[in-house]
């Protein structure tokens, strides 16, 4: 029982898929672990065969003569023609679409995303289209990638820290760098990665769905939950989608609150709720959507993480509006 | 290449600073099955923060120090550093300090001149000197763990800036490495001379036996590949001791300080492309001598032939050579182009047919068999399902397109363990079991044998199976906590069940301990060829004296003549014509 929706669901096999470009990538992970399967079914039939029917006992002479025929010939030509049309059929053309032919520059929207330890920077151009001028010697913590603010560019460029709103059915082209050392710009749900190497700047471009949008992901993954069933790995991630009070009406767990970070802290909020007769719960996951980092970084790699917020394009402009700063403009200009 | 009388040496000069070459590889084995344990103690460690994160670490805790652990209020945690200091130090200990030393230094030491008939090594001084620069740096890199800042922590693939910028311990790690590479040199140079020189009249490279051709493509990888990732680690402690900036590029910004001092213009991927020019070759050898010790197990104990001997030593150079061509596809994501990436997942789809050739050899070989379940057969049948495994998810790694989502996570860690641990360790721990009557002259015990082989079996693919699914899911690797993240925590049950395989399974090499240790002294006595083997070091005595044989054997008949229709016994050694 783990949140699911259209989309897919959190759980021991792919997580859910939210990317145009991702089902190829799906496709052939299952194509490929049937094919393993068969392989492995197929030999270790065999395999085990050969172990009880030969294992030595009364009359079980070993053959000096080695068994002839072509069918193990035939078995290792077939992986191989396989594993060609695999390559060619499959990983090829899904590979040329996703890293060498980049969407036309008129129709992308484009992102510069700074990786540094241990955070995601994002910088929007703002409504103008155009990135400002960035230089190491302006960096500080208010403003991480050093925007000159001296540059007209620069001027409704939006700076975020561990967030990145993304319009979805658009192409989205990410200029990505990193500062210090090399990290990994990986999304699991959209079935991207792409390392940040610091003194180079790597494109990376994908589609997020049509209708992925965080609130829908959000209504879709919100379920609710007999108390028994409320296992502990939701403690952290699932935050309540309403509020819980007890009998005097005293809120114990309010909505949007989480059930704990910690398996302690968890079971003694389900207690009292279960106390105030409270038999289920309904939650949704807090970040279904984020931004990892797949690279060793230091000691805090672990924590280096943003969350994404996806919006239908029309919200994506007026967001992007609103977190610009107004123009200014002064005679010089 | 004058041999001095062994029974005429000192201790020191017998035992310690020994040239021959069955002391310097059982001293090889011996240190190396220490570091083994070593490093599986360290992940033991590891894998209580992953189950239970940020709980205390019970019992022990308080003995690792600052800054592997932290005060909590009430004990003491796993610091990130002290986790990433263990992650680094676990790959390094097992791949450098552990498996290659055992499965080369080790068994390619101990066997190869017995198994090609040979008095030593054509060069036991330079043997000698192989084993004390392993043996220096397996000290500098323990000594690792007590300089300030703790022990290395950027991964065994140790990539720059990350490693350029790292505490103290990196330098310890490349000054380590430099001495473990010397000494693999050293050792590969003297296995080629000694394999092409020193072969026993009438073997002829087809009559060698498959174990020997195994040791002599590996030291040719070690030879090739070593090179390039000496003159790596040489340029990184440029980096960190003298200034340059072979791996740093102009700009960086490091904890928001602008880094002005440094000149500039390097290239971390620079690092990454030599690093994995050694690491992909590095592959196979750790898994060649394995599939060697486990053909000569199988050969034995089917009591028939070999099926495909030619295509297994066909396949093995093979490859040998395309394993120098894969290096790439373990950065297929740093941006890597159609063609450069189509050349690399090519090259890849191709070196899995001559594995898939040795794999389908090997169980071909038991049809019409007589099999003999012994220890090391049990190990050695395990080995080939596991190992299949381990090859069979290369796959999707090796194709971009798959690689995209399961790069970097639990599902690489599921794969290349599935290769090199219930795979490569399980050969080993063969080899030990079948090569142990000829080093002691006892055998060890049965039963202890099977209590650590069926705990072991099971509990080693409860550590590695889950980590497929663990992977799939988007977990990714050298992660402190995955339960920092939804798809992490998802499948944070797993993770518990991964820690407790583990520590069952650390807990199942007891009896191996005591089974080697007790068998050493108490073991069972044999006499020269216990398993009625037909190669050559069957018919040395057993412990082999110092020059091996009392007269130089003389070949006369292929490695493995089981079951000669007409003949008395179902053995012909290979010293002995075929019709006497």
Redesign the interface.
């Known amino acids: 029982m783990?949140a699911a929706s259209s989309f897919g669901h959190?759980?021991?096999?792919?997580?859910p898929l939210i990317s145009v470009h991702g089902a190829?990538?799906?496709r052939?992970?299952d194509i490929?672990?049937w094919?393993?399967l068969l392989?492995?079914v197929g030999?270790?039939i065999?395999?085990v065969y050969?172990?009880v029917r030969?294992?030595?006992r009364a009359g079980?002479?070993?053959?000096?003569?080695?068994?002839k025929g072509k069918i193990?010939k035939y078995?290792?030509v077939g992986?191989?023609l396989f594993?060609?049309v695999?390559?060619v059929g499959?990983?090829?053309p899904?590979?040329?679409e996703?890293?060498?032919h980049p969407p036309a520059k008129d129709h992308r929207v484009e992102i510069r995303v700074i990786a540094?330890?241990f955070q995601w920077n994002v910088h929007y151009p703002g409504p103008d289209g155009k990135f400002g001028r960035t230089a190491?010697?302006f960096?500080?913590?208010a403003n991480p990638i050093?925007l000159d603010d001296s540059d007209p560019a620069a001027a409704d460029d939006v700076q975020l820290v561990n967030e990145m709103h993304l319009p979805t059915g658009k192409d989205i082209y990410v200029r990505l760098t990193s500062?210090?050392?090399?990290h990994?710009f990986?999304i699991?749900?959209m079935?991207?990665?792409?390392?940040a190497?610091?003194?180079?700047e790597?494109p990376?471009w994908f589609k997020v769905l049509e209708g992925a949008t965080t609130e829908n992901l959000d209504e879709q993954m919100t379920r609710t939950y007999p108390i028994g069933r409320v296992a502990?790995?939701?403690f952290?991630?699932h935050v309540a989608a309403k509020d819980y009070a007890d009998r005097s009406g005293q809120v114990i767990l309010a909505r949007g609150g989480d059930l704990g970070a910690?398996f302690r802290d968890g079971k003694k909020l389900l207690e009292r709720l279960r106390q105030a007769g409270v038999t289920e719960l309904t939650l949704r996951?807090?970040?279904?959507l984020?931004l990892?980092?797949?690279?060793?970084?230091?000691?805090?790699?672990?924590?280096m993480?943003a969350q994404i917020i996806t919006h239908t394009p029309q919200d994506y402009e007026k967001w992007l509006k609103e977190q610009s700063k107004p123009v200014e403009f002064n005679e010089d200009f | 290449m004058s041999h001095d009388h062994g029974h005429d040496l000192p201790f020191w000069r017998k035992y310690i600073f020994s040239v021959d070459h069955k002391v310097i590889g059982i001293q090889y084995a011996v240190t190396a099955l220490l570091f083994l344990f070593l490093g599986f103690s360290l992940i033991s460690i590891m894998r209580y923060q992953l189950a239970y994160p940020?709980r205390d670490i019970p019992v022990i805790g308080k003995l690792l120090g600052e800054p592997i652990v932290g005060k909590t209020p009430t004990g003491y945690v796993l610091?990130?550093?002290g986790?990433?200091a263990f992650g680094a130090m676990h790959g390094t200990i097992m791949i450098f300090l552990g498996v290659v030393p055992l499965a080369v230094g080790g068994f390619g030491n101990f066997v190869l001149p017995l198994q090609i008939g040979a008095p030593d090594m054509a060069f036991p001084r330079l043997n000698m000197a192989s084993y004390w620069a392993y043996f220096s740096g397996g000290v500098v890199m323990l000594t690792s763990f007590f300089v300030p800042g703790g022990a290395a922590?950027?991964?065994w693939t140790s990539?720059?800036?990350?490693s350029d910028?790292a505490t103290t311990g990196q330098t310890m790690w490349l000054f380590g490495m430099v001495l473990l590479i010397t000494s693999s040199l050293l050792g590969s140079v003297n296995f080629i001379v000694t394999t092409v020189q020193m072969r026993a009249k009438g073997l002829s490279f087809f009559r060698l036996p498959f174990f020997v051709w195994a040791q002599l493509v590996t030291s040719f990888l070690l030879l090739l590949a070593f090179p390039p990732l000496e003159a790596a680690g040489v340029l990184q402690l440029m980096d960190r001791l003298a200034g340059t900036s072979f791996f740093l590029?102009?700009?960086?910004?490091?904890?928001?300080q602008?880094q002005n001092q440094l000149s500039?213009g390097?290239?971390?991927?620079l690092w990454q492309h030599l690093f994995w020019f050694l690491a992909h070759p590095e592959v196979y050898v750790l898994i060649l001598p394995a599939l060697g010790i486990v053909a000569e197990v199988i050969a034995n104990n089917?009591?028939?032939?070999l099926?495909?001997y030619k295509s297994l030593v066909y396949s093995t150079i093979f490859l040998g050579f395309m394993s120098f061509l894969v290096w790439a596809h373990h950065m297929f994501?740093?941006?890597?182009?159609?063609t450069l990436?189509?050349f690399f997942?090519?090259t890849t789809?191709i070196i899995?047919?001559p594995s898939?050739?040795i794999l389908?050899c090997l169980?071909?070989s038991?049809?019409?068999?007589?099999?003999?379940?012994t220890v090391p057969m049990l190990f050695a049948?395990a080995f080939?399902?596991m190992f299949?495994?381990g090859g069979?998810?290369g796959?999707?790694l090796g194709?971009?397109?798959?690689d995209?989502?399961?790069?970097?996570?639990y599902y690489v860690i599921g794969h290349f363990h599935y290769v090199v641990a219930p795979g490569t360790l399980f050969a080993l721990f063969a080899g030990v079991y079948y090569w142990f009557p000829k080093a002691t002259g006892r055998k060890m015990n049965d039963f202890l044998g099977k209590l650590h082989f069926w705990p072991s079996f099971i509990f080693i693919n409860g550590v590695f199976m889950p980590m497929f699914?663990?992977g799939?899911?988007?977990v990714?690797r050298?992660?402190?906590?995955?339960?920092?993240?939804?798809?992490g925590?998802?499948?944070?049950?797993?993770t518990v069940m991964v820690s407790w395989s583990a520590w069952m399974l650390i807990i199942s090499q007891f009896p191996f301990i005591i089974n080697f240790f007790w068998s050493i002294f108490r073991g069972e006595k044999v006499e020269a060829n216990p398993w009625q083997a037909t190669t050559l070091e069957w018919s040395a005595p057993s412990p082999p004296p110092h020059g091996n044989f009392a007269t130089p054997p003389v070949v006369a008949c292929g490695p493995y003549e089981?079951?000669?229709?007409g003949k008395e016994k179902?053995f012909c050694p290979q010293n002995v014509a075929l019709e006497a």
């Open positions: 783990l959190y759980g021991a096999w792919l997580p190829e990538v799906d052939l992970i490929l672990h094919f393993m392989l492995f030999w270790g065999f395999f050969c172990l030969f294992r030595r079980q002479k070993a053959s000096y003569v080695l068994p193990s078995a290792e992986v191989a594993e060609v695999l390559l499959f990983s090829m899904a590979w040329a996703y890293r060498t540094q330890q190491a010697e960096i500080s913590d050093g500062m210090d050392v090399v990994s990986s699991p749900t079935r991207v990665k792409q390392d190497i610091p003194g180079m790597i990376v502990w790995d939701r952290r991630h910690t996951p807090r970040n279904a984020e990892v980092c797949a690279q060793l970084c230091g000691n805090s790699h672990y924590k993480h | 940020g610091t990130g550093d986790y990433n922590n950027s991964g990539y720059p800036p990350l910028i590029p102009s700009g960086l910004v490091v904890s928001g602008v500039g390097g290239s971390p991927l089917t009591r028939k032939p099926w495909g994501m740093t941006g890597m182009g159609q990436s189509t997942q090519a789809m899995s047919v898939v050739i389908t169980v071909i038991l049809w019409g068999a007589s099999i003999r379940f049948l080939l399902p299949a495994i069979l998810t796959l999707p194709l971009t397109t798959s995209i989502q399961l790069h970097d996570t699914f663990i799939m899911a988007g990714l050298r992660q402190f906590d995955q339960t920092e993240q939804l798809h925590a998802a499948v944070q049950g797993l089981y079951s000669i229709p179902d």
